[in-house]
């Protein structure tokens, strides 16, 4: 099982809709998890930290599932800007900030 | 606030060639990555420096890759001789290597420099 593992998309959906990413991990003693926003040609921006509580800003939510080892990240209400390439990230291990990154998903919101 | 500053954003070379890139990490961030990311792929942590010592290179091809962070500050990677497998996009990023205001340590990336290797 590879370390970070994401949906293979690609992922085209049209504006308005909801889309949803998911990412597993294997390493259970990780314990900071991310995602990140990657346009075309341009480098990784932190898009959210990903709580255990879970956490929602704006249109976006994050949630963890520990005992499942995953990550999801719901976008509601997509926009034509919210295509971009997301980047799912955990850290190596206890105490590292190290980040172990998946493949990414790339997403395409069509007009 | 200044962001990561990478220098040079493209480089073509032919293979056997090396090449060297440079990395300027945000002011009072102790902690610096270089990355290597293949097109499709995310990116791959080849070492991680803390200040100017090193924390991690066990991912770092050392028969042909070498980084350097004197002083602490900036650092360079260099890759000699290139292969044609080394064309990527290689990104720096650094943290502060402590908690972040989201009780996190995020990471910061550089634009990158874009490697072609002929």
């Known amino acids: 099982r590879k370390e970070v593992e994401q949906d293979p998309g690609p992922f085209n959906v049209p504006e308005g809709a909801t889309v949803a990413f998911n990412c597993t991990y294997s390493?259970?003693?990780?314990?900071?998890f991310f995602w990140y926003r990657q346009d075309c040609r341009k480098e990784p921006k932190l898009l959210m930290s990903v709580y255990s509580s879970g956490n929602e800003d704006g249109r976006f939510t994050a949630q963890l599932n520990r005992a499942s080892q995953y990550i999801s990240l719901l976008i509601r209400d997509s926009k034509l800007s919210d295509s971009a390439t997301y980047l799912c990230?955990?850290?190596?291990?206890?105490?590292?900030?190290?980040?172990?990154f998946g493949k990414g998903t790339k997403l395409s919101v069509i007009p | 606030e200044a962001g990561v500053a990478q220098s040079p954003r493209y480089k073509i070379i032919e293979k056997r060639q090396s090449v060297a890139f440079w990395c300027n990490p945000i002011s009072g961030h102790a902690t610096l990555y270089w990355y290597q990311q293949i097109l499709g792929q995310g990116p791959k942590l080849l070492i991680q420096f803390q200040n100017n010592g090193v924390v991690d290179d066990s991912q770092l091809p050392k028969d042909r890759f070498s980084a350097e962070r004197l002083k602490g500050v900036d650092s360079t990677l260099k890759i000699q001789p290139a292969k044609l497998e080394d064309s990527a996009v290689y990104l720096c990023a650094s943290s502060l290597d402590r908690l972040g205001t989201s009780g996190y340590n995020e990471q910061f990336f550089g634009p990158g420099t874009r490697l072609t290797v002929l």
């Open positions: 390493n259970s003693a990780s314990q900071s």
């Open positions: 990230a955990v850290n190596s291990g206890a105490g590292s900030y190290q980040l172990t």
